[in-house]
C-alpha cells in the first residue's frame, strides 16, 4: 500500500507560521507528498521532503525559485495510476473548469488543483477532480484540510479535515 499526501495552499510564512501538526502526522508516514502550488517559500518544499519525497507544481503567488524548480503542470505516475496535477490559477472560467481543460488532452486518473482552497472531489467524465482545500489559510470553509490517497490493488482518495491547533 503507497500512501501519498495531498496538499496545496500552504501560503507559509503569510497565512502560518508553520505546517499544522495535523498535516505533519500524515507526512511522517507517507511514501510520497504532492503540493499543487502556493508554497511560498521553498522552505516548505524542504520540510515537506525531509519526511519523504516531494514534487507539485507552482502556484500563482509564488517566487521564480519555486517556477523553475517546479513548473506549472505535471502528471504524476504511481503504477496505473496517473494524476494530473495543476495549480488552476487564470482568468475565466472556474478554477475546476481550467484544471479539468489543462489535461484534455492527456490520459489521466485523478486531476489535483488548488488555489480556491475549497475542498472538491468529484467526478467528471470517469476523471476524479480533486482539491485538497488549504492547511492553513481555509477562507470560508468550515475547517482546514489536504488530502489522502491510498494506493493498494485499487486507490482511495480523501480529505482529511481538521480544526486549528490550539
Same mark, same amino acid.
Given at each position: 500500500?503507497?500512501?501519498?499526501?495531498?496538499?496545496?495552499?500552504? &501560503?507559509?510564512?503569510?497565512?502560518? !507560521?508553520?505546517?499544522? #501538526? *495535523?498535516?505533519? @502526522?500524515?507526512?511522517?508516514?507517507?511514501?510520497?507528498? %504532492?503540493?499543487?502550488?502556493?508554497?511560498?517559500?521553498?522552505?516548505?518544499?524542504?520540510?515537506?521532503?525531509?519526511?519523504?519525497?516531494?514534487?507539485?507544481?507552482?502556484?500563482?503567488?509564488?517566487?521564480?525559485?519555486?517556477?523553475?524548480?517546479?513548473?506549472?503542470?505535471?502528471?504524476?505516475?504511481?503504477?496505473?495510476?496517473?494524476?494530473?496535477?495543476? &495549480?488552476?490559477?487564470?482568468?475565466? !472560467?472556474?478554477?475546476? #473548469? *481550467?484544471?479539468? @481543460?489543462?489535461?484534455?488532452?492527456?490520459?489521466?486518473? %485523478?486531476?489535483?488543483?488548488?488555489?480556491?482552497?475549497?475542498?472538491?472531489?468529484?467526478?467528471?467524465?470517469?476523471?476524479?477532480?480533486?482539491?485538497?482545500?488549504?492547511?492553513?489559510?481555509?477562507?470560508?470553509?468550515?475547517?482546514?484540510?489536504?488530502?489522502?490517497?491510498?494506493?493498494?490493488?485499487?486507490?482511495?482518495?480523501?480529505?482529511?479535515?481538521?480544526?486549528?491547533?490550539?
Amino acid at each position: 500500500m503507497q500512501k501519498i499526501v495531498i496538499v496545496s495552499d500552504t &501560503h507559509i510564512p503569510v497565512r502560518a !507560521k508553520k505546517l499544522p #501538526q *495535523r498535516l505533519v @502526522e500524515e507526512c511522517q508516514s507517507a511514501d510520497f507528498i %504532492i503540493h499543487a502550488g502556493d508554497w511560498q517559500t521553498l522552505d516548505v518544499y524542504y520540510e515537506l521532503s525531509a519526511y519523504t519525497e516531494t514534487d507539485g507544481v507552482t502556484g500563482n503567488v509564488d517566487p521564480w525559485g519555486i517556477a523553475d524548480r517546479f513548473g506549472k503542470k505535471k502528471i504524476f505516475a504511481f503504477g496505473d495510476l496517473k494524476i494530473g496535477v495543476i &495549480h488552476g490559477d487564470g482568468s475565466r !472560467k472556474t478554477t475546476e #473548469q *481550467r484544471a479539468y @481543460e489543462a489535461f484534455a488532452e492527456d490520459e489521466v486518473d %485523478i486531476i489535483v488543483f488548488g488555489h480556491s482552497h475549497i475542498p472538491v472531489k468529484r467526478k467528471m467524465d470517469g476523471i476524479t477532480l480533486f482539491n485538497p482545500g488549504s492547511p492553513t489559510d481555509k477562507r470560508k470553509q468550515p475547517q482546514y484540510s489536504f488530502g489522502l490517497l491510498e494506493i493498494g490493488d485499487s486507490w482511495e482518495l480523501k480529505h482529511v479535515f481538521f480544526d486549528k491547533e490550539s
